[in-house]
Nanobody, 128 residues
Framework: QVQLVESGGGLAQAGGSLRLACAVSGLTAGRYGAGWFRQAPGKDREFVAAMDRKTDDTYYADSVKGRFTISGDTARNTVYLQMDGLKPEDTALYYC?????????????????????WGQGTQVTVSS
């Protein structure tokens, strides 16, 4: 059974940092692509960052580029999202997701449709 469990969310001040973790079980490390999405109240879910399974490239939304970093630890089978320079507009429920499909490239990974498994989400709140 595949499970994705996010942790690390919480309250931060503007300009501060948080590191989200997504512990993956039931999937072999390195055999899936991974992404982070977020959803703020009253808004649609949006792409944040992803790691390409085939190329090891990373992709970011323009709104977080230069502030957020996605990475993976194959030994722990965990995907991280380091968030620096937080802004109040980063406040949202953050989800991690994994993709087992053959697609590659940014246009593939920004689309939530191509992800097979999702975590339950972790709340990030940034105060001004």
């Amino acid at each position: 059974q595949v499970q994705l469990v996010e942790s690390g969310g919480g309250l931060a001040q503007a300009g501060g940092s948080l590191r989200l973790a997504c512990a993956v079980s039931g999937l072999t490390a390195g055999r899936y692509g991974a992404g982070w999405f977020r959803q703020a109240p009253g808004k649609d879910r949006e792409f944040v960052a992803a790691m390409d399974r085939k190329t090891d490239d990373t992709y970011y939304a323009d709104s977080v580029k230069g502030r957020f970093t996605i990475s993976g630890d194959t030994a722990r089978n965990t995907v991280y999202l380091q968030m620096d320079g937080l802004k109040p507009e980063d406040t949202a429920l953050y989800y991690c997701a994994t993709s087992l499909r053959a697609g590659t490239g940014r246009s593939y990974y920004v689309n939530s449709y191509w992800y097979d498994y999702w975590g339950q989400g972790t709340q990030v709140t940034v105060s001004s």
